[in-house]
């Protein structure tokens, strides 16, 4: 373990990529299922990031000033996808997992992007929020995901930059 500017941080090494660096240290993973969110406090600013997970894969970020702030937004996540929401690139499509196969676009940190519907074709569409018309289609509500990721963060759709606060 390191001390680097008051932060404990740990040092890393992944041999097969020739990679190292430091992150912020974890003060506490929440698991609910197969989502997990690994919470980590950065020392010098009074701020909480919490990388969520699908299994092994991250599939976004959330931000706070307060722990409790950011567990609660993990709580409100978990409970969307029980009722059959899914989590990818830190944009949440509710109805995806049930009959529904329609349903709110939101971002991680619970901002409201748009609307998603299927068609009798099984196509996708989205109408991002303010807008009459669909924004975006795709052929599959996996590929709409990717699609509506893209839109968001042209070039980056990794969902990193949403935030909870």
């Known amino acids: 373990m390191h001390i680097a500017d008051g932060t404990r941080t740990r040092r890393y090494i992944d041999k097969s990529l020739s990679l190292s660096g430091t992150y912020a240290m974890n003060t506490h993973t929440a698991v609910h299922g197969d989502l997990s969110c690994e919470i980590q406090a950065d020392g010098v600013v009074s701020r909480y990031t919490g990388i969520l997970r699908y299994k092994m894969f991250e599939i976004g970020r959330i931000t706070a000033s307060d722990i409790g702030l950011l567990r609660s937004q993990f709580r409100a996540i978990c409970e969307m996808t029980d009722t059959g929401a899914m989590v990818r690139h830190g944009i949440i499509l509710t109805g995806y997992h049930n009959r529904d196969f329609k349903g709110d676009v939101l971002l991680v940190d619970g901002e ?54």
């Open 112 to 165: 409201f992007i748009g609307e998603w519907a299927s068609d009798e074709f099984e196509w996708c569409h989205f109408t991002g929020f303010g807008s009459t018309e669909v924004t975006l289609s795709a052929p599959s509500p996996w590929m709409l995901h990717d699609a509506i990721a893209e839109w968001k963060e042209p070039g980056d759709p990794s969902g990193h930059a949403a935030s909870s606060d």
